[in-house]
């Protein structure tokens, strides 16, 4: 709905501005720091410890079944990385298929949440340490 009757938005969080842009730019700026989604057609083995061993990938997991050779990953690159090039020149280098490569578009529900909540939940962590000490 905000995306249909806003040019610009605001996000606002406990008094604080903590974003400002239009929708588009918002969803973009966290879909940089998102995940990318990859198909490829290979020996899974191989294909999971040369993404355990990449220095590219902050972590990864497997998504769904694998289909016979296919398999489906989500991935989210070092330090907010777009890793979308290292993936391409790894599967051709390991002659490997692709059979999809995407960004996930991040909706601005998730932008508002990743904002807004991120910084809620470390505090409550810091006070339920402080409250219940280990």
């Known amino acids: ?8 938005m605001i996000i606002i969080d406990q008094g604080e501005l903590v974003a400002s842009g239009t929708p588009e730019e ?5 879909s940089r720091e998102g995940t990318t989604v990859v198909s490829i057609r290979g020996p899974l083995p191989e294909i999971t410890s040369t993404l355990a061993a990449a220095p590219w990938v902050a972590d990864w997991h497997q998504v769904g079944e694998s289909l016979g050779d296919l398999h489906r990953l989500r991935l989210r690159g ?27 578009q991040v909706s601005l529900e998730e932008v508002f949440l990743r904002l807004t909540m991120s910084e809620r939940g470390d505090a409550a962590k810091e006070e339920r340490s402080e409250v219940n000490p280990e």
């Open 1 to 8: 709905e905000v995306s249909a009757t806003c040019s610009r």
């Open 26 to 30: 918002l969803s973009n700026q966290a």
């Open 78 to 104: 070092s330090e907010g990385r777009d890793i979308a090039e290292d993936l391409f020149r790894t599967v051709v280098t390991k002659g490997w298929s692709l059979a999809e490569l995407y960004r996930e």
